[in-house]
């Protein structure tokens, strides 16, 4: 008898877009005549930069002639677009990153989730919450959490990113091997400074311990003091692999293409104490499970570093960060407590109630969708995503209604 993974099992139903769907198609259903505005999904909205478009068109042209014809690319991505990406993204800000440290993947999404399975099952994670929920779930399927009692899981430890602490977590409590952190955060927007970003890298290092970091808003940072990267800060090569990726950076979250850094001074531990260094085993995982990126994706990707092509990207998170400013000081200006949107396209809104009454309210009232708090984690309860990944035409329509509806 074929038998199932139970961990699955153990998985907390995704309810959050499911419900959103249902609460919105009721009030579509209701209210046809209503347009609905959704700022609720983290999805960008605008058209590839000209100069990836241009470079994705030749590299399909080179795919039919025999002459220039791509099979199989190398599975870690080709040269080109890693030597490009640690040239300008790494070695500009002292970051000493090598382009055979990069693994170029179809998403920092299948990266972040397929990480876990190179560490051992009786690790401790700790998790952040709220979170992206790739994280935690990845790590359930795995087995390495226990049941969840009321929303958490018996052996997670919860990093509470809260009001109090500015969304800005506390190092833990008890000893980790593995911590995830996200910055800029999805869903608060909170972004960290390099000083605190030491503090975690400070004791990962003490604790022998690895540090994920999920910086796939890199492009929305603006200030020159917060970092850009993990290896900005001294002594993360030894212990944090980065997740990037072209999706927000340059509208490529239809076209996927992303890449993982895992330096080769980064080391986990065997049951004897003995160091192995994670890049061979990513490496062996990577040519295993993955057969590299599309020739034309990972062309288009490189077109993000010409000269052409950085001023596009640069117009489009301009764009999107236009929208996210909006959002931010109309939201301010009714009242109410907002963090994020700033160096992040994401706004999270203190509602004061219940994060599912309030994406009602804005929901009936204004006919606004956005993303309930809480269904990022215990810690988001109160709170609602206001995401700024839309036209400015519908963002500034949005703000209106709401302004009305409140
Ligand atoms: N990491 C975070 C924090 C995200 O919010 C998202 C997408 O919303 C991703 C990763 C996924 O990125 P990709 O499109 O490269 O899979």
């Not at 490496?283 to 295993?288: A, F, I, L, S, V």
């Given at each position: 008898m074929i038998k199932i993974n139970e961990n699955y099992l153990k998985l907390q139903s995704s309810y959050l877009f499911s419900n959103i769907a249902k609460r919105v198609a009721a009030f579509q259903e209701a209210n046809p005549d209503k347009g609905i505005i959704k700022l609720g999904i983290g999805d960008v909205t605008r058209a590839l930069p000209q100069a990836c478009i241009k470079a994705f068109h030749l590299a399909v042209d080179e795919m039919?002639?025999?002459n220039t014809f791509k099979g199989y690319g190398p599975e870690q991505g080709y040269d080109f677009l890693r030597e490009k990406v640690v040239a300008n993204d790494y070695t500009p800000r002292g970051a000493a990153i090598s382009p055979d440290e990069i693994f170029v993947s179809d998403g920092a999404k299948c990266d972040s989730g397929n990480i876990q399975e190179i560490f051992a099952?009786?690790?401790k994670i700790a998790i952040p919450d709220p979170v992206y929920p790739v994280y935690l779930d990845s790590?359930?399927?795995?087995?390495?959490?226990?049941?969840?009692n009321n929303d958490r899981y018996e052996n997670i430890v919860y990093l509470d990113s809260t009001r109090e602490n500015r969304f800005l977590p506390d190092l833990p409590r008890e000893p980790v091997d593995l911590i995830y952190l996200c910055f800029p955060n999805n869903p608060t927007g909170a972004t960290i400074s390099k000083d605190l970003l030491k503090t975690w890298v400070d004791y990962a290092r003490e604790n022998k311990a690895v540090i994920l970091y999920d910086a796939a808003y890199e492009a929305f940072i603006q200030d020159d003091e917060v970092p850009r990267s993990i290896y900005e800060v001294q002594g993360a090569r030894?212990?944090?692999i980065e997740f990037k990726s072209f999706s927000k950076t340059a509208g490529f979250t239809g076209t996927r293409c992303a890449f993982t850094v895992v330096p080769k001074d980064c080391a986990a531990y065997d049951t004897k104490g003995e160091k192995h260094f994670i890049h061979a085993l990513?490496?062996?995982?990577?040519?295993?499970?993955?057969?590299?990126?599309?020739?034309?994706?990972q062309k288009a990707a490189e077109a993000v570093y010409s000269e052409e092509g950085k001023n596009q990207v640069k117009a489009l998170i301009r764009y999107y960060q236009n929208n996210a400013d909006i959002i931010l000081k109309e939201m301010s200006a009714l009242g109410y407590e907002c963090a994020g949107g700033k160096n992040a396209p994401y706004i999270w809104i203190y509602s004061e109630t219940d994060s599912w009454e309030?994406?009602?309210?804005?929901l009936n009232k204004a006919g606004v969708v956005c993303t309930p708090g809480a269904g990022f984690g215990r810690c988001g309860q109160g709170f609602i995503r206001i995401s700024a990944f839309n036209s400015l035409e519908n963002v500034e329509k949005?703000?209106?209604?709401?302004?009305?509806a409140l």
């Open positions: 039919a002639d025999d099952g009786d690790i790590n359930v399927m795995a087995g390495r959490t226990g049941h969840s030894e212990v944090a990513w490496n062996r995982r990577h040519c295993t499970k993955f057969n590299g990126v599309s020739y034309p994706v309030f994406f009602d309210h804005l949005a703000m209106a209604r709401i302004k009305k």
